[in-house]
């Protein structure tokens, strides 16, 4: 039997998992200025995952790439989702 394809949907499906958490915490903390950071680590995954001769590790690496692309959009929404109210807002705290 050949595992590749569960093995492969369960790492999808954990990665998505781990980035939409993670986009609301950089979102509360850095705001949307931090997209570059999503924007570097998801080109260099691209690279990587070409240069991989492994398959499974090359797929891996773009799902990781594919989501950070998709989470610079995601900080951009949850913006929005943050002036609704739908998520708590960063007080900033006064200097004494």
Known sequence: MNYHGIILGLATFLCIGVFHPLVIKSEYHFGVRCWPAYLIAGI???IASLL???IDVSVLLGVFS?????????????????????????VKKLKS
């Open 44 to 46: 260099g995954g691209c």
């Open 52 to 54: 991989m001769e492994s």
């Open 66 to 90: 594919f989501s950070c692309f998709w989470s610079i959009l995601e900080l951009f929404q949850q913006r929005k989702r943050v002036e609704k109210g739908w998520f708590p807002q960063k």
